[in-house]
Each structure stands twice: as structure tokens, then as C-alpha cells.
């Protein structure tokens, strides 16, 4: 049953539009589909979706609407202007309506006990970018499921125990990495990341 949810979720997430015209500086790739369908059976098969999603730099918003295809009610928040307009365009092709809010994550203020998705950027331009998307799922988040780069457990383990939160999983995956930028050379990158569940204890 999950496994043909999954298949069809992934299918349906791939007509999605990507990002138009990308920022290197805001590290904006779009996360496979494929890995987003896998992140929302496991959050559904853990903790439910009864909590409200929190999507920390929702881009071009395929998680946040995953989520509200599973059933779930979502808001994305987004420091680019462009990113959202495509996210509004992809929720209506979609058919779902999640919120989406253009604001810098440093600035969300939420009261409630909300599950944080994310896939921050990587900190490969700048390191440790993902330093305050991290520290505000750590604000407003009862579990988090977020998307880091390969080794990247020491960051997390040591902000977490520091916030009183723990690690459950940790998920390792390769993942293709569409071509976004003029500079990269082939049309495909492998990469290896991490998704993390993390909860306040
Ligand atoms: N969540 C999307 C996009 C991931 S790329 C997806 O999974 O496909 C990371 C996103 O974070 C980009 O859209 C980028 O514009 C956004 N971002 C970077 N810094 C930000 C900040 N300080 N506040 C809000 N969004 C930010």
C-alpha cells in the first residue's frame, strides 16, 4: 500500500516546475522527487500527519505540497519572491493549497507544536547556511525531518543535545542532483546526503 502511495506520489511530483532562474547564492536545487515521497511515507508511517508542516526555505514548494497531498496541512516559508510564485503555480497544477510566506526562516514566529521539513541549503558556498534553518526547526519544531549533506551528524548531534532534542534516524541516501547551474558540467551529480528525524525530548 505505502509502496504504491509512494510510487505515485514521486510520478505526480515530477511535473512539478523547478527553480526559473536559480540563485547560487541561495543554494536553490530542487529536491528529487523520488526522495521527498520517501520522507513523507516515513513521516506518515512514524508520526502521522495530524501536526500542521512547517517547510523552512520551501523554494519552489514540492515538499509542502507532498505534504498536503498525503493529507496534511502545510505553510512554506521562502526568502525569494520568484521561488514562491513558482510554488503557488505548482500548488495550483497540484491541486492542493498550502500557505506560502515570503520571509527570511530567521524572522518565522510561530506558537504550536509543528513537524519542520526541510532541505536547507548545504552551506557549500557558505559554510554552516544551514546553521539558522537547523536553529529554528529547534524553535518551533515538536519533529523535524531535514536534508543535509553527507557527514554532517556532528553539526546536528551537538545543536540538538544543546536544544534538549534527539535523533531517531538518520537515513542515508545518493541522490542525482539536476543540473541548476551554467558552471556544472554534467547533467547529472551524485551526491550523498543525510535525512534526519529529530525530536524535543
Ligand atoms: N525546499 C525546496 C528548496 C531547497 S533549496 C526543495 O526541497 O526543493 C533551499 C531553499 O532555501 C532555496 O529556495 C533558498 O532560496 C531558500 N533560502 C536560503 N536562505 C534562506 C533564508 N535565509 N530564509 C528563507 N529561505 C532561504
New binding site residues.
Partial sequence: MIMRFKKKLSIELEGLK??RNP?IE??????PPSL?AEIVSNACLIDGLDRKII??????????IAFELAGAESV?????RD?LEVARQNSRMAGVNPDFVL??????KLKGRFMV?????FGIHRKH?DR??LEKALNIGEVIYT?HSAGSEKFVRSECTRKNFAITHIWRYIIPLKRTYEFHEKDFKQIAVEVYRIERR
Fill in positions: 523547478g527553480f540563485k541561495l543554494e536553490q536545487y530542487v529536491t521527498v517547510d523552512l526555505g520551501c523554494g519552489t514548494g514540492i515538499l509542502s512554506g516559508f521562502e526568502i525569494d521561488a520571509s527570511d526562516v530567521r524572522d518565522v521539513v526541510m532541505n536547507p541549503p547556511a539558522p534553518f536534508i
